[in-house]
Structure formats: C-alpha cells, structure tokens
C-alpha cells in the first residue's frame, strides 16, 4: 500500500466537502478538496447532473479513520 496515495472518501456539494474537509482536519487527518472551484461556478462543467461533485481526499494512511468520520457525518445529518 502506498501510505501518501491520495484516496476519496467523499464526493456531494461543495458545502458539504468543505465541512467535511473541516472535520477531518479538527481530527488530525490532512485532507484537499478537489474540482472545489468548478463545482461552486460552473457544476454543469464537472457533471452532468445539477449538482457537481466536490470530492475530499485523503491520504491512504488516514483512509479507515476518514470514513468512520464520514459515517458519523452522514448520521448526524440526519
């Protein structure tokens, strides 16, 4: 496994990924937001959809730890 291998653990609104970027960060895991600025101005551009995606990613390392953080995210938005 290659620990500084970028994964994606999350992919919705650029709202979400950037709160979702937030929390991992309070929580020590280094993470980047990616097409963040095609899907704020031009979602048509980055999908085919509505909404664009805006996907977080994270290290490889981090990658278990990231997506119980996501799942805790999910929960609490509902």
């Known amino acids: 496994m290659d620990e ?3 994964v994606r653990i ?3 609104s650029h709202v979400d990924a950037e709160i ?3 929390i991992l960060e309070e929580n020590g ?3 980047s ?5 095609m899907s704020s ?3 048509y551009q980055v999908s085919g959809g509505a909404i664009a995606p805006a ?5 490889e390392k981090d990658r ?15």
């Not at 996907?55 to 290290?59: I, S």
């Not at 278990?64 to 509902?78: D, H, N, Q």
């Open 64 to 78: 278990e730890k990231a997506l119980l953080l996501v799942e805790e995210f999910y929960k609490s938005a509902k």
């Open 29 to 31: 895991i280094a993470a």
């Open 41 to 43: 101005i031009a979602p």
């Open 4 to 6: 500084s291998k970028l």
């Open 10 to 12: 999350f992919s919705g």
């Open 55 to 59: 996907d977080v990613e994270v290290f």
């Open 33 to 37: 937001v990616r097409n963040e600025l």
């Open 20 to 22: 979702m970027k937030q």
